[in-house]
């Protein structure tokens, strides 16, 4: 298992398997356009070549750039992990990656791209390997629901049967039957309520994949069963796309988390062999888009007196409207605008760096924001870290507009609870590793309000 943090350190990797690595990579970049998880900025848009890691080939070394998850490559595990809990000179243990990886798990729950199911029951935190808890979290799900209903739809089919149903296809009743003396035969074509459709087909290729690569016997039992209740399902490869294009009436709205992790795992696959077997699989983000959505995300389910919108893109900084404003939060709080941005920095806190750690390109940003949307009070989020574990009040800058005849653009710099110890998380005995993160969810929650208090406070 190799554990590397985003900018952070290096590792050792097998010099022989460096082009194949590269090579696996680059599909995975290249598919990123058409994946829901990704959020592709306009610098990276044309690259063609992958920026997940970097690889030192002189040094046989890999090393992290900005995005989180896991990659399944030869048997081999590359955990990408978050630089908030990077400790230099510290050796992390399986059980230290294993909560990681629950915090990752809890903050995807919070973001909209991901769909999760609502219970979390035997998802613990033994299962250290990413790969394995989403494995188990399809499997599970999947199973549950299909074993209460199983999603059936009309479907075309030509057949040949003893009485006419639906039309005739009178063509090959002459050609391939009267001419026979089969008159019974009647070849008709109509539409028929089938098991065996395009979602249960991507469902059953899906977890034919994961039962090939997946460690854990009880996702295992669960992907049997699945294959199992759906043996009369075709067996037929499907692609990411054609998943995607899959869509569902109300009545069937729960399946569209199963639907969502057949593309998942669909599209951060690659398969070299003829069996289809899952060899490989990457699952990458970017966490600065995680940590923007897990805000957004928080806001939205845990504080209900609280509205926010996310990524307003109709406010243009020029008058010709050619470059857009998209801060990432816009709130509304006790009837006050609040302009919002998230950034995913380690700052520094030393008291004696004037700046704190923050950058000039944000605060140029932020000025930006205060003008547009009219807006004198400006916050920043920054995470917590693991060397700096307790949220604060970072820093408060005043900057005078001189167009404005002199009016002040207030921007506030907070660093809010967005971890918390891995032995804290470790410890924890519950048969859920959601219950692990109760603490850290009520701190979070009040450490916002009072936030905001203090933004609506010194307004009025």
């Not at 893109?313 to 609040?338: V, W």
């Not at 167009?403 to 005995?429: M, R, S």
Request: with cysteine; net charge negative; charged share 25%.
């Amino acid at each position: 298992m190799i554990n590397l943090f985003e900018y952070q350190n290096q590792e050792p990797f097998e010099a022989d398997q460096f082009d194949e690595l590269e090579l696996f990579l680059d599909d995975i970049w290249n598919k990123r356009e058409k994946s829901s998880y990704f959020s592709v900025s306009e610098d990276e848009e044309l690259v063609e070549a992958q920026r997940f890691l970097q690889l030192l080939r002189k040094e046989h070394h890999l090393k992290s750039n900005k995005y989180v998850g896991v990659i399944h490559f030869n048997k081999q595990t590359i955990n990408l992990l978050p630089k908030v809990f990077f400790q230099n000179r510290k050796t992390y243990t399986e059980k230290d990656v294993r909560s990681i990886n629950a915090h990752v798990l809890w903050w995807l729950s919070y973001c909209r791209k991901l769909r999760f199911p609502n219970y979390q029951t035997g998802l613990t935190n033994e299962k250290e390997d990413f790969f394995e808890i989403l494995i188990y979290l399809f499997s599970k799900y999947t199973k549950q629901l299909l074993s209460s209903s199983i999603f059936q739809q009309y479907v075309n089919v030509e057949r040949d049967l003893n009485v006419v149903k639906g039309s005739v296809n009178f063509n090959a009743y002459v050609g391939n039957h009267i001419s026979r003396g089969n008159y019974h035969h009647i070849p008709c074509s109509y539409d028929s309520f089938e098991l065996d459709n395009e979602f249960n087909r991507c469902i059953k290729y899906v977890a034919e994949l994961l039962l090939s690569v997946s460690k854990d016997n009880q996702s295992k039992r669960n992907l049997r069963d699945i294959i199992f209740i759906l043996d009369e399902v075709s067996e037929e490869s499907i692609t990411a796309n054609q998943c995607r294009s899959i869509q569902f009436n109300p009545m069937f709205k729960e399946f569209e988390t199963v639907r969502d992790y057949c593309i998942l795992f669909l599209e951060n696959s690659v398969s070299f062999n003829y069996k289809s077997s899952l060899q490989l699989f990457a699952f990458l983000l970017p966490m600065e888009y995680v940590f923007e959505d897990f805000v957004f995300g928080f806001i939205q389910k845990e504080i209900e007196e609280l509205n926010a919108k996310a990524q307003i893109s109709n406010t243009f900084l020029d008058t010709n409207r050619h470059f857009a404003l998209k801060p990432d939060l816009l709130l509304n709080y006790k009837n006050q605008h609040i302009v919002a941005d998230t950034k995913y920095k380690i700052v520094n806190l030393d008291e004696q760096d004037s700046k704190r750690g923050l950058s000039q390109s944000d605060l140029y940003q932020m000025v930006s924001y205060a003008i547009r949307f009219e807006s004198k009070k400006i916050i920043l989020f920054y995470p917590n870290s693991i060397n700096a574990i307790e949220p604060c009040e970072i820093k408060t800058l005043q900057i005078q507009d001189m167009l404005a005849e002199g009016q002040e653009i207030e921007v506030k710099a907070y660093q809010i609870p967005f971890i918390q110890t891995l032995e804290l998380v470790a410890k924890q005995d519950s048969n859920t590793i959601f219950k692990s993160f109760d603490t850290l969810r009520d701190s979070l929650k009040q450490n916002l309000i009072n936030i905001l208090d203090k933004q609506t406070t010194s307004n009025s």
